[in-house]
């Protein structure tokens, strides 16, 4: 049987109208298989550059499935170095580490997006890649509007939104994301773009945002609050909001399912007026109306009715039958 070469086989066939727009747009980072709406829930393939990544989250693919995986990459893909990630037990971290693993998983190499070069490696000491495919068309839409114009990217990761802003133009751009290591590549996509015009704070995002925002920042229970990095109330031409699902710090909590509205106001406070701040919730069970709602709700509330609301929509190979994808892009103008 062939059940998992045959579906990703009719997957990557079904790409065949988004293989002329990677060519033409230079890039070779996408998705190959997006397995919960193409055959096997909770199993991926992607490629980025000169890496093929299979990736499992509900169970490991058996050996015969991963010489399927093996026989397609060799069929289609035969220069690309395959990696397996199983992130299928606890917290989604990598568990397989036995003979499926080899060195080259572990090698810095370059992928390119829209014409941009990004660092990407097959396994590092986090769980997800360095660039997130699905967030794509927000990367594009970022760099075809930045022009000679300041931008805030808040939770940036390794500051793939940054770098798509800078190569398209910005006059300024500010990266803030607590981890040192995500930063570090984010200075190294800078580096490889020969990008100049970019800064980086390194700081829980809330205190950060609400300094931009002119907002007190808060003692929780009476607690002293650790150090962080000062600076002064500014407005941007575009805030980018992308937060992780769930978590917790000294300064607050982050939480996309009851919570948005927390992270929601300041950056609204930190965007200027006629500027646009473009929201990201990747949950699932988040209704797309009623989260759309709770946003114009919150600007009403703070003071700064948006003007108009826009959903941006992941590309095809990111399918969803339905056309509500889990992840929910919304470019709101000020």
């Not at 940036?156 to 133009?169: F, K, L, N, Q």
């Not at 015009?197 to 390194?202: A, G, L, M, S, T």
């Amino acid at each position: 049987m062939n059940e998992l070469k045959n579906l990703i086989s009719q997957a990557w066939q079904n790409r065949s109208d988004l293989k002329a727009q990677w060519h033409e747009e230079k890039t070779d980072c996408y998705r190959i298989f997006h397995g919960t709406n193409e055959g096997l829930p909770g199993t991926t393939v992607d490629r980025y550059g000169p890496l093929l990544i299979l990736q499992t989250f509900h169970q490991p693919v058996s050996e015969d499935e991963l010489t399927q995986v093996r026989e397609f990459a060799s069929e289609e893909f035969p220069d690309l170095h395959l990696v397996y990630n199983d992130r299928s037990k606890g917290n989604s971290r990598i568990q397989n580490t036995d003979d499926n693993v080899s060195e080259m998983d572990s090698i810095p190499m370059e992928g390119h997006e829209l014409g941009i070069k990004y660092q990407v490696q097959g396994r590092h000491q986090g769980q997800d890649p360095w660039l997130f495919l699905d967030l794509r068309a927000g990367r594009r839409y970022v760099k075809s509007i930045s022009e000679g114009k300041t931008v805030l990217n808040l939770f940036s990761y390794t500051c793939g939104i940054r770098i798509a802003a800078a190569v398209g133009g910005a006059k300024r751009v500010v990266n803030v994301d607590f981890a040192e290591s995500s930063l570090a590549v984010g200075i190294e996509n800078a580096r490889l773009n020969d990008l100049k015009q970019v800064e980086f704070i390194q700081s829980d995002v809330f205190p950060a945002i609400k300094q931009f925002a002119n907002m007190p920042i808060s003692i929780r229970r009476g607690k002293k609050l650790p150090k962080y990095p000062k600076h002064g109330p500014e407005q941007f031409d575009i805030v980018f909001l992308d937060p992780p699902r769930w978590a917790k710090s000294a300064f607050g909590i982050v939480d996309l399912i009851r919570d948005y509205q927390s992270l929601f106001k300041p950056s609204l406070l930190a965007t200027k007026k006629g500027g646009q701040l473009i929201c990201c919730n990747n949950v699932a069970q988040v209704d797309r109306d009623e989260w759309i709602e709770s946003l114009k709700r919150c600007a009403i509330k703070t003071g700064h009715p948006l003007k108009s609301i826009e959903m941006l929509i992941p590309d095809a190979d990111f399918p969803s039958p339905n056309g509500n994808s889990p992840l929910k892009v919304a470019i709101c103008q000020l």
